[in-house]
């Protein structure tokens, strides 16, 4: 089978859609399966292009036998609506313009910025090739929940978009439960649409000793902490948990938060304002680096601001924690949370709920026999989200596809 994909995030970006996107390639190439991805030249979250590229109309590479074309795009910070759709539109334009060229049997277009679907859409048209739209997030809605976008006209045309991209796909595969629920109550046929949820590369994310020379660096030898590693956007709730913070008198507990985004500034002056000495900021880490970070947390902390879009995601964080025995505060209801309940691994509280966060934090950081327990949940939670057999699980989709 020859299958081209398309996504506007690939490594050596190392946020959740580039990793998901790669680990499934490269099994599939290992399956006989001929892969050509189309994305962007890597500049996330920075809108930088990484050393070693650049931002060019059209040049190739292979990565672990995927065949990747990296195409021109406008190019710009993970900050700012109008820019950032600037810069998805770009790479749709530049990615139906290369795929033109791409001899494949089936097309598979990621969200979550519909463009990128919208690009799938139309090469699917003119190829007359099926097409599957991967569903990773709820957008517009997850930006009109967050007040990124508030022009009603804007936000009513994404959503009619939105549905036409649905109904054009030939399949849809989401990543939970809750977007499948949501999917088919809009109307979209229940027989179309399957789920494939994110997990962990258990040969990457798995259980290492602490990492005494960043423990040493950032002064946390003696420390107990939670760790927040990813996106700083509008949709996680950061504020929130800086506010919290403030309460916290222990001084053996401290908190580590490593990434970018929208609301990274915000929330470092905010820590700033407060004057938290229990706080550390980091900048990203590069991909490879991001288990050693894992390593030296005690928890691992994934918070999201309280929306019903929110209930119906799972944070690809959970999976990469539980493979490396972290234990899990979550500050997200819905599904993610039934998971983390189910196999014990780690403890939730409702979101933006002041209260359950406190007590959620001394917890899980003063009953070491608790915290045992949920080790072994971990452990349970991430055998059961190995990134390949999920990989397998999307491979028998695309040959259904493929035979249909």
């Given at each position: 089978m020859k299958l081209l994909f398309l996504t506007d995030n690939f490594p050596?970006?190392?946020?959740?859609p580039a990793s998901r996107t790669y680990e499934h390639c490269k099994e599939w190439v290992k399956e006989g399966v001929e892969v050509t991805v189309i994305t962007c030249n890597p500049n996330f979250p920075y809108?930088?292009?990484?050393?070693?590229?650049?931002?060019?109309?059209?040049?190739?590479?292979?990565?672990?036998?995927?065949?990747?074309?990296?195409?021109?795009?406008?190019?710009?910070?993970?900050?700012?609506?109008?820019?950032?759709?600037?810069?998805?539109?770009?790479?749709?334009?530049?990615?139906?313009?290369?795929?033109?060229?791409?001899?494949?049997?089936?097309?598979?277009?990621?969200?979550?910025?519909?463009?990128?679907?919208?690009?799938?859409?139309?090469?699917?048209?003119?190829?007359?090739?099926p097409w599957i739209f991967e569903l990773r997030d709820l957008w517009p809605e997850g930006i009109k929940d967050t007040g990124a976008i508030k022009n009603k006209k804007i936000l009513d045309f994404l959503v009619k978009m939105e549905l036409c991209l649905y109904r054009k796909s030939d399949f849809v595969v989401t990543v939970s439960k809750g977007l499948k629920e949501n999917l088919v109550s809009r109307g979209i046929e229940e027989t179309k649409i399957d789920i494939v949820t994110?997990?962990?590369?258990?040969?990457?994310?798995?259980?290492?000793?602490?990492?005494?020379?960043?423990?040493?660096?950032?002064g946390l030898e003696n420390k107990f902490i939670f760790g927040y590693i990813g996106t700083h956007g509008l949709a996680h709730g950061l504020e929130f948990i800086i506010e919290c913070i403030k309460e916290i008198k222990n001084e053996r507990i401290h908190f580590l938060f490593i990434g970018t985004g929208a609301k990274k500034d915000a929330v470092v002056a905010l820590a700033e304002k407060l004057e938290l000495n229990n706080v550390t900021f980091l900048d990203p880490v590069q991909k490879s680096e991001v288990a050693d970070y894992i390593?030296?947390?005690d928890v691992a902390?994934?918070?999201?601001?309280?929306?019903?879009?929110?209930?119906?995601?799972?944070?690809?964080?959970?999976?990469?924690?539980?493979?490396?025995l972290k234990p899990i505060l979550l500050g997200v209801e819905g599904e993610a949370a039934a998971i983390v309940k189910r196999h014990n691994a780690g403890l939730v509280f409702e979101s933006e709920n002041k209260k359950?966060?406190?007590?959620?934090?001394?917890?899980?950081?003063?009953?070491?026999v608790l915290y045992d327990e949920l080790q072994k949940g971990c452990n349970e939670l991430a055998e059961e989200f190995d990134r390949k057999k999920l990989a397998s699980k999307m491979l028998k989709i695309l040959n259904k596809m493929k035979e249909s």
């Open positions: 050596p970006e190392s946020n959740a809108g930088k292009v990484y050393e070693g590229y650049k931002n060019r109309l059209y040049q190739r590479e292979v990565m672990d036998g995927i065949k990747v074309i990296r195409v021109w795009s406008y190019m710009t910070e993970n900050k700012g609506a109008i820019k950032r759709i600037l810069d998805y539109v770009s790479y749709a334009f530049s990615a139906v313009i290369a795929g033109l060229f791409i001899k494949t049997d089936l097309i598979i277009a990621t969200s979550p910025q519909l463009f990128t679907a919208l690009s799938g859409c139309i090469l699917a048209k003119i190829r007359r090739k994110n997990g962990a590369n258990l040969e990457l994310f798995k259980p290492i000793g602490k990492n005494k020379e960043i423990l040493h660096t950032l390593s030296v947390i902390l994934i918070p999201l601001t309280k929306t019903d879009i929110h209930a119906s995601l799972i944070p690809s964080k959970i999976f990469e924690s539980a493979s490396m359950e966060f406190l007590e959620g934090v001394e917890k899980i950081s003063s009953n070491d």
